[in-house]
């Protein structure tokens, strides 16, 4: 679960969250090089959109999940320069979009969890 200790650590003014650029270069294993980081969806919303950044001043990633989107109960791997925490910007099917502030992308070792309640914080994806 994208814990509320690991949200609280870099919340909004990005303090002590500066790192590389996420950059993801492709969706599958043999596309891409770097940290391979498990992106677990375990909410009831299917998320159509991902991209990431490693502080509010950087410019958001390449979308992570085309052409696919990350249904609900599914695993997808991505490649990531790095572990760092991450602000995640999430879209769902209608293209509204929620943003989830330092999330430790590698905070189970391989990866994170997506949950319901974590979705829910974005009032667009009630």
């Not at 303090?15 to 891409?32: F, K, L, Q, T, Y």
Request: proline letters at 6%; a positive charge; glycine letters at 10%.
């Amino acid at each position: 679960m994208v814990k509320r200790a690991v949200l609280l650590g870099c919340l909004g003014l990005g303090a002590g969250c500066a790192a590389a650029p996420a950059r993801v270069r492709g969706s599958s294993a043999r596309e891409a090089t770097g940290v391979a980081v498990t992106v677990r969806n375990r909410s009831r919303f299917d998320v159509h959109g991902l991209s990431l950044r490693a502080s509010p001043r950087r410019p958001w990633g390449p979308e992570a999940l085309a052409p696919e989107p990350l249904r609900a109960g599914q695993d997808r791997t991505l490649r990531l320069d790095g572990c760092a925490p991450r602000d995640l910007r999430l879209v769902d099917a209608h293209g509204e979009e929620c943003v989830l502030p330092g999330v430790a992308v590698c905070a189970e070792n391989d990866g994170f969890t997506l949950t319901t309640d974590d979705l829910l914080r974005c009032e667009r994806w009630r």
